[in-house]
């Protein structure tokens, strides 16, 4: 246990604390903000250690350590009010406790009291509590409350964090002032909370007594890089009295604005960290816009090449971005454009316009795309459609037999290839163009972002070759893209590039991810589409769900079907896996139709093939994992099975989805569950039947998973943020966005030079690195 000793330092019968009581010379009796950690009263050397596993380093650091929840314990709840199934705080007496060794483990109760009303509290595998505890001492506790099983009390909280607030025993021995004055804190008003550190080792009230003692040394007014305007317009307080009152809030702030993160000082906090990444990306913007691009020129003969490749009428919504598109083409500053548009929108033709105005220009167009097969699917697809026209299209996979790419590569380099659509081939194999002026990236999540980042980076020339050449592989240096810009040659210029993306990407991470493209979004779908009816059918029932895709077949129509696995695990024999699901289907359920099957682990060329047997519809029924997810377009498909449905993302589900309905027929997605369906995975599929509109199902995936997961587990480039989330601070991200900008606009009668230089400079000594904005200048 922690005690005070009467010297007022923290005593302790763990090895650690004794050892790491820092020796006086440590004590910096000032701090301000860059100050060693170690030098904090209370940390010393060792701690130090422990804290840099945290990320914390220096003062600064510490300060946004912020408590995670707050436990009012000026009006605590009565044991009486708990309700079985809420988290909950409570101050009690205790009034005994005991380890039970059941055949499973040991499990340690305890009995606490508010008068008459009594609470258990229960611990598994507990054996180090014994000791802790004693009749008399007053404790607050937080946990889930349940339904005892057994005894006469009614209520029990589950595994509850605790702290001892006041033992009658040690009364004698601890009544130093220090004492007295963590007691005033740590009883009888709001207390923070802290996420323990060193696994346990540092504990709550190590932290509050710690960044307590921290706030009372720092010395004089923190500097504040947001402009005066802003801290006016916002309202934003001070930060130190920020960090004060997050710390330690005010005897009357609200318990509840306290967890939501809502009060004066998180919204300061909040604030500044979602401004200054908003600045950074801004910043961004703008110096990418200051870089000299192509101006594409667009005149009668180049509006008239882009309608004569249409293979329909352009909707309202294609109309519009395209003309978006157009205006950044034309401009000398380089095009950085991201294009929404749910499944089925019609972004591909939108890409194919601007490729056409880039060509007829005379300038070379990368489309990249995300897998073989939908590079593959674009290279048909723009043949169909543009090679009428005369252009010369080429497609550059990593697959390809050697020979191939070598010719290929050539046909780019000597600018014979004027559409060149790839894979990752195309940043990771140094392909060399003769005059890139646009490139496009389809499905970009995929690629994650820090990829986006590498390929817009890597339009320069490496200084080995020839000035006319520019590679999409080879790292631009600063001293390249220096002197391709004063050149100003147009084979100089930066490429414009316009980014696709298939899933709709909420708001807010669009704003944080995106921050720095401009955007444009199709919301309007093609017309003709009927929209996809979509059911869901317990697995038990499956040969209702075969029947009804044999009378599909039978129309003439073809389907999906989609498993979560290419192989059984030998783990989860339960589930389904595509391989063998495919065996069986040919065989018995739908017997005497074309099935074929797809998955990851087939060759490029395997893949290939049987794609284009389903695009010629010689393949009626598709077996599938998710690698037909993205892009896929056959428009007879009508039918989407998807087994297991419960183990899919919702994106990824509406993704599935988003396969069929693309043509005038009535389309059905079938989800098929088998075995236990969580409450998220209930939600999701709740979702599906509900909703066809992608944002809305973006915002809801969003809301299930958090930022990090959206874009799948292997997307890193979210910015880790101390104060801010962006699932609850989303109004706070667009305020911030909004003051960032205009503080760019400056100097003018708001914004001083001063100021504006200011916020920059405080920007990247202490957030460009923390967002990956190492390139912010
Ligand atoms: P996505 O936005 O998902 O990439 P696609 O570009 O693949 O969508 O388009 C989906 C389908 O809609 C394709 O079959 C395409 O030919 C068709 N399509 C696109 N735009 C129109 C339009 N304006 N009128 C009719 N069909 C369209
Ligand atoms: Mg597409």
Not at 96 to 124: A, N
Not at 497 to 507: D, G, K, Q
């Amino acid at each position: 246990m922690l005690r005070l000793s009467p010297s007022g330092r923290l005593e302790s019968s763990c090895w650690w604390l004794a050892t790491a009581r820092p020796p006086l010379i440590y004590h910096r009796c000032v701090l301000d903000l860059n100050t060693d950690v170690k030098y904090v009263k209370g940390v010393g050397p060792k701690v130090a250690e422990v804290l840099a596993e945290k990320g914390i380093t220096t003062v600064e650091d510490l300060l946004y350590y912020l408590p995670f929840r707050y436990e009012d314990r000026l009006n605590p709840r009565g044991i009486n009010e708990l309700k079985a199934g809420e988290m909950a705080s409570v101050i009690a007496e205790v009034r005994g406790s005991g380890l039970f060794r059941t055949r499973r483990m040991p499990i340690f109760e305890m009995t606490v009291g508010q008068g008459r009303s009594t609470l258990k509290c229960i611990w598994f595998n507990a054996t180090y509590l014994q000791d802790k505890f004693r009749a008399g001492q007053t404790v607050s506790l937080y946990g889930k409350v349940e339904m005892s099983s057994r005894g006469e009390t009614r209520l029990q909280i589950m595994q509850p964090q605790f702290e001892i607030l006041h033992d009658p025993v040690d009364d004698g021995t601890a009544g130093s002032v220090e004492e007295r004055k963590w007691r005033t804190l740590e009883t009888g008003r709001i207390v923070p909370i802290y996420e323990s550190a060193g696994k346990g080792r540092l504990t709550a009230r190590w932290f509050r007594r710690v960044i307590h003692g921290m706030l009372e040394r720092l010395d004089g007014e923190l500097p504040d890089a947001i402009p005066a305007v802003v801290r006016g317009q916002m309202g934003l307080i001070n930060r130190k009295s920020a960090f004060w009152q997050v710390h330690w809030p005010e005897v009357g702030e609200s318990l509840r604005q306290l967890q939501a993160a809502r009060t004066p000082a998180h919204f300061r906090l909040i604030f500044e960290e979602l401004f200054f990444l908003e600045l950074g990306l801004e910043l961004k913007r703008r110096k990418m816009r200051a870089q000299t691009g192509v101006s594409f020129e667009i005149h009668d003969q180049v509006r008239e090449a882009v309608k004569r490749i249409l293979p329909f009428h352009p909707t309202a919504a294609q109309k519009r971005v395209l003309k978006e598109i157009a205006d950044d083409m034309r401009e000398a500053a380089p095009m950085r454009r991201l294009l929404q548009g749910d499944v089925g929108s019609g972004k591909t033709i939108v890409a194919f316009e601007a490729a056409v105005i880039a060509i007829e220009n005379g300038y070379q167009v990368a489309l990249m795309a995300p897998t073989e097969i939908l590079a593959t699917q674009h290279y048909l697809s723009a043949r169909r459609i543009l090679e009428k026209a005369g252009y010369r299209i080429v497609l550059l996979t990593g697959s390809q037999e050697a020979g191939r790419k070598k010719l290929v590569r050539h046909h780019i380099a000597q600018g014979n290839a004027q559409l060149v659509i790839g894979t990752h081939a195309l940043i990771q194999e140094s392909v060399e163009f003769d005059k890139l002026g646009l490139v496009i990236v389809d499905e970009q999540h995929r690629f994650g972002v820090m990829q986006r980042f590498k390929l817009m980076k890597k339009q320069g020339q490496p200084p080995q070759q020839a000035q006319n050449r520019r590679s999409l592989g080879t790292p631009d240096t600063p001293h390249e893209s220096q002197k391709r810009r004063f050149s100003g040659a147009p084979e100089d210029a930066e490429p414009d590039v316009l980014v696709m993306t298939a899933t709709p990407i909420p708001r807010t991470l669009a704003l944080t991810l995106y921050g720095d493209l401009d955007t444009s979004v199709l919301d309007e779908l093609p017309p003709g589409r009927t929209p996809v009816k979509t059911r869901r059918v317990a697995d038990d029932r499956a040969e209702e769900v075969w029947e009804f895709v044999r009378k599909q077949v039978r129309a003439g129509r073809q389907a999906y079907v989609v498993y979560p696995v290419i192989e059984e695990a030998s783990t989860d024999s339960e589930l389904k896996a595509a391989v063998k699901m495919y065996e069986q289907l040919r065989k018995r359920e739908l017997a005497g139709l074309c099935v074929g099957l797809l998955h990851g682990r087939m060759s490029a060329d395997e893949k290939d093939a049987t794609m284009a047997a389903f695009q010629r519809g010689e393949i009626a029924v598709l077996v599938s994992t998710t690698v037909i997810e993205v892009g896929v377009d056959v428009p007879n498909a009508t039918v989407m099975v998807i087994e297991h449905a419960e183990r899919f993302g919702l994106s990824q589900m509406h993704q599935l989805r988003g396969r069929i309905g693309r043509g005038a027929a009535q389309s059905f997605c079938v989800l098929i569950t088998g075995g236990k369906i969580s409450p998220e995975a209930e939600e999701r599929l709740d979702a599906m039947v509900r909703t066809q509109n992608g944002f809305e199902i973006a915002e809801l995936d969003l809301q299930l998973r958090g930022p990090g997961e959206f874009f799948g587990t292997k997307q890193a480039g979210i910015p880790e943020f101390r104060v801010a989330n962006l699932l609850r601070d989303r109004d706070v991200l667009e305020l911030a966005r909004a003051q960032a900008r205009s503080v760019l606009e400056g100097p003018n009668e708001h914004i001083t030079q001063q100021e504006r230089a200011n916020a920059i400079v405080h920007l990247k000594s202490h957030w460009n690195r923390r967002y990956g904005l190492v390139e912010v200048g």
